[in-house]
C-alpha cells in the first residue's frame, strides 16, 4: 500500500540554514559529525553553515567525499564517526555527501558491510543515526528521500539502500548556498530533478498527490533553469530550482523507471548522474510513447509544448539551452559491451514502476538510439 507522502521536517527559504543550530539542540544531539566535500569548503560554501553555529563549533568534519558515492568514502567517514563518538550525522553537500551520511548513519547502529543491505530494506531497523541534510545543490532530492545509491567502488554500478529509518530528520533547504554553483553543475543537478519529476510522474505508482508535485516541478525547472544556468546570482530562480530539486525527490517515493535504471548502470566511469539521466530521458521517452495514457499530454503541456510526441524534443532542446549533452556519445561514454549494460539494466530495481518494462533487446535498442 503507498505512503502518500512520508518526508521530513523541511525549512525552506533564504536564510534556512540559521535554523540549523536550534534543530541539533531540538535533537538532542550532542556530538554531530558533519560531511562535506572538499569543493564545498575550498568555495567558502561550507564555512557559511559553520558561522550559524556561533561558538558551538567544537565537531568532527569529514570532508573527503567524493563525487560519487562510494563504499570506501562511507567507511572513511563511519570510521571519524566512531573514533569520535558521534550521535547525529550531519549532510552539507550535494547527492553524492547526503547518499554517503545516509550509509554512515546506517552502518553506526548496524553491521557491515554496505552491500548486505542492498534491497533488503527489511533488515534497516531504527538504530540508524539520525541525519540532518543540508543540500547545496538543486539537483537530486536526496534530503527528502529514504534511499541511497552507494557504489562499491568508482567503476561499479551502484547499489540500492533504502528504509524509512534513512530519511532525515530535518531538511534545511537554503539557497542562499546554491548561489555559488557553476554553471554546468548547475545544468546537470537542475536536469536530475527534472528528470525525476518526469519518471515520477509516469511511474506506475498510484499517488495522485505526488502527481500533482511533479507537474509543478516540471513547471518550475522549464521555467528558471535556464536563467540561473545564465545568473548563478539570480536569487528567484535559484528559490524555485531547489524547490524544484525537492519536489524531485519527493517523486522518487512514488517510484521511477528506464531513465534512472540506465543511469545508474552507467554510473561506473565516473560520469555526473544528473547528466546521465537527462542525456537518455529522451529515448526513454520516445520508448513509452503511446503506452502511459494520456500522461504525455499532460508532460506536454506542463513544458509548454503542443502534443505528447514532442515531449522527447522539447527534452532534447533544453539540453542543448542549458548546455547540456544530447547523446551518450557526446558525453565521452566508451559503450564497449552493450549486452552486458542492457543485462544490468533489466536487473535494475527501477523496473519495478517502470510503465513499460524494456526486454534486453529493447534494452540495448534504448541505449543505441541514446548513443546517437
Known amino acids: 500500500m503507498p505512503v502518500l507522502l512520508n518526508i521530513p521536517k523541511v525549512h525552506f527559504d533564504f536564510g534556512a540554514i540559521g535554523a540549523l543550530a536550534d534543530e541539533l539542540t531540538n535533537l538532542g544531539i550532542s556530538r554531530a559529525l558533519f560531511i562535506t566535500d572538499r569543493g564545498l569548503v575550498e568555495c567558502g560554501v561550507f564555512d557559511k553553515v559553520l558561522t550559524t553555529l556561533h561558538r558551538n563549533r567544537d565537531f568532527p568534519i569529514f570532508d573527503e567525499t567524493p563525487e560519487n558515492p562510494t563504499v570506501g568514502g562511507v567507511a572513511k567517514a ?27 548513519a546506517l552502518r553506526a ?16 531497523t531504527a538504530a540508524t543515526a539520525p541525519i540532518v541534510a543540508v543540500p547545496t545543490t538543486a539537483g537530486t ?24 529509518h534513512l530519511l532525515p530528520k530535518v531538511a534545511i533547504c537554503d539557497p542562499d548556498l546554491t548561489l555559488s554553483l557553476p554553471p554546468v553543475l548547475t545544468a546537470g543537478t537542475g536536469m536530475d530533478a527534472l528528470s525525476q519529476c518526469f519518471e515520477g510522474y509516469l511511474s506506475t505508482g498510484v499517488n495522485p498527490p505526488v502527481d500533482a508535485i511533479a507537474l509543478d516541478g516540471i513547471r518550475r525547472a522549464v521555467t528558471y533553469i535556464e536563467r540561473a544556468v545564465a545568473d548563478g546570482s539570480n536569487k528567484e ?41 537527462t542525456v537518455v530521458l529522451p529515448s526513454v521517452l520516445r520508448f513509452l510513447e503511446g503506452h502511459v495514457g494520456d500522461k504525455m499530454t499532460r508532460l506536454a503541456e506542463a513544458l509548454g509544448v503542443h502534443e505528447g510526441d514532442e515531449v522527447a524534443a522539447a527534452i532534447e532542446r533544453l539540453n542543448v539551452r542549458v548546455g547540456m549533452p544530447t547523446t551518450l556519445r557526446e558525453l565521452g561514454y566508451p559503450l564497449d559491451d552493450l549486452d552486458k549494460v542492457a543485462e544490468v539494466c533489466v536487473g535494475s530495481v527501477f523496473n519495478l514502476t517502470s510503465p513499460r518494462i524494456p526486454t534486453h533487446g529493447e534494452y540495448k535498442a534504448i541505449i543505441t538510439d541514446a548513443m546517437g
Do not use: F
Request: charged share 15%; glycine share 16%.
Open 237 to 277: 530562480a535559484r528559490w524555485h530550482m531547489m524547490m524544484a530539486a525537492l519536489e524531485g525527490g519527493i517523486c522518487i517515493g512514488k517510484g521511477l523507471g528506464s531513465g534512472h535504471a540506465i543511469a545508474n548502470t552507467l554510473g561506473d566511469r565516473g560520469h555526473h548522474h544528473g547528466t546521465l539521466v
Open 141 to 164: 532530492g536526496s534530503e527528502v528521500t529514504s534511499g541511497a545509491g552507494i557504489h562499491p567502488d568508482s567503476s561499479s554500478p551502484a547499489i540500492n539502500i533504502g528504509s524509512p
Open 109 to 124: 547502529g548496524h553491521p557491515g558491510p554496505i552491500s548486505q543491505y542492498d534491497r533488503h530494506s527489511e533488515k534497516i
Open 78 to 104: 563511519y570510521e571519524l564517526y566512531r573514533h569520535e563518538d558521534c550521535d547525529c550525522v550531519v549532510a552539507v553537500g550535494g547527492g553524492s555527501v547526503i547518499d554517503t551520511s545516509k550509509a554512515v
